[in-house]
């Protein structure tokens, strides 16, 4: 699949889910890249911006849409890689700030 292709997918599933994609679509298509190339490595879709284990059972937490992303998005307007974001958020009404790691090692 082409990050393209599952930009679109994902456009789609962000709006269902009452969230969007971040609007900066270049930044998108590079986090996309990371997905793929992770569900190449593991077989499964783990967030780039995060180490993986390469073993599903411990990394779960993090597979994309990681179990983070809507507490992120609560309190901050974004999940931690700036995936999925709030309305507010893209339309910048709301104050971008670096979200931080929840994921505990």
């Not at 179990?67 to 507010?88: A, F, M, T």
Request: a positive charge.
């Amino acid at each position: 699949m082409s990050p393209e292709r599952l930009y679109e997918i994902l456009s789609k599933y962000a709006e269902s889910q009452g969230v969007r994609l971040n609007k900066d679509k270049k930044y998108v298509l590079a986090i996309l890249e990371g997905l793929l190339t992770n569900e190449s490595r593991y077989g499964y879709r783990s967030c780039p911006c995060r180490l993986a284990a390469g073993i599903k059972e411990k990394d779960a937490d993090v597979i994309c849409p990681c179990v983070y992303r809507d507490p992120d998005i609560k309190e901050y307007g974004s999940c931690y890689c700036g995936l999925y974001v709030s309305g507010e958020w893209n339309e910048e009404k709301i104050k971008h700030v670096r979200v931080p790691e929840r994921r505990l090692l």
